[in-house]
């Protein structure tokens, strides 16, 4: 046992390594992206006193330290620039699920990763949520190796097996652990109902990426005439006539009305939708989703 778990942390430290190597032009495109805003006029911090030059503005005067000093002093400030990250990612039965070289699941995994690793590399706080049919572990955002490290072996870690998916719990954990504004990833494939609501009031108060996993089976299924298909959540099966022209149109355009009503209500909650497939590179989607946000 002992043995397993050193070579499971080796491996987790094999995979970091090589992902931090990979994050450095993802890091680089997040911090000059549309997000940027999000590193200044956002708070600022007092690092000391000087003494009071004319035109200085009277308001900023430290009253004890000019009294002590027999002359004026006025308080500095700098601007915070710490850009603070939270991951949401869905670890539900239906995101087990997969029809190309990885599941759902593994995509929104190697997204979180790189996500966290990029913050890392611009030394910003991040943060995770990550949840099931329950929500399974919640780490507040911080920075730092060690606590980076923490992060990615809970995303590498085998998800529990409990049905249903507690995405709308997930987002109002989030509110409470937030405590300033903050750059926010929802990464899942939004398979279930009441997540609106909370994702509007998260979208109020921070900048939310609505991230969707996608599979090549939600647009169009392989002709292996009738078979039963299962639903990973309730377990559920139904018969479908994959042979049928019209069944595959007709799953093509249920696919497709799906995608548009999902960009439709979360654009009109404030957020920014995102669709990645499990069969795109990630960093490439990532980094150029950053880009365009920076042309945008």
């Known amino acids: 046992m002992e043995q397993n778990l050193i070579s499971d942390k080796a491996a987790l430290v094999k995979r970091a390594s090589y992902l931090r190597i990979a994050t450095a032009s993802l890091a680089s495109a997040m911090q000059s992206g549309a997000f940027r805003s999000l590193y200044r006029g956002r708070g600022v911090e007092f690092s000391g006193v000087r003494e009071y030059l004319r035109g200085d503005d009277v308001r900023a005067i430290d009253w004890n330290v000019t009294a002590r000093n027999a002359k004026p002093f006025v308080k500095i400030f700098d601007e915070e620039r710490e850009l603070q990250i939270l991951l949401i990612v869905d670890r539900s039965l239906s995101m087990q699920t997969f029809s190309s070289a990885r599941t759902r699941l593994e995509a929104a995994s190697e997204i979180a990763a790189l996500l966290a690793l990029s913050a890392e590399h611009n030394s910003n706080p991040v943060g995770a949520v990550l949840f099931s049919g329950e929500v399974e572990f919640v780490i507040a955002p911080k920075t730092g ?133 499990t069969a795109d590179d990630s960093l490439a989607i990532l980094s150029e989703f950053f880009s365009r946000k920076k042309e945008a």
Do not use: Y
């Not at 009738?226 to 042979?243: M, V």
């Open 145 to 277: 190796q060690e606590h980076t490290m923490l992060l990615l072996s809970h995303l590498d870690s085998f998800p529990k097996k409990s049905r249903g998916s507690v995405l709308e719990n997930a987002l109002q954990g989030a509110c409470k652990i937030l405590k300033k504004r903050s750059l926010v990833f929802v990464i899942s494939d939004f398979r279930v109902g009441g997540w609106e609501n909370p994702f509007a009031i998260l979208a109020s108060k921070h900048d939310v990426v609505a991230l969707k996993i996608s599979d090549a089976l939600d647009s169009a299924l392989p002709e292996m005439g009738t078979i039963f298909f299962r639903d990973a959540e309730s377990g559920a099966k139904k018969l479908f006539p994959t042979f049928s022209k019209i069944f595959q149109n007709s799953w093509r355009e249920d696919s497709a009305m799906r995608e548009k009503r999902w960009r439709t209500s979360v654009t009109r909650r404030g957020g920014i939708p995102l669709s990645v497939s």
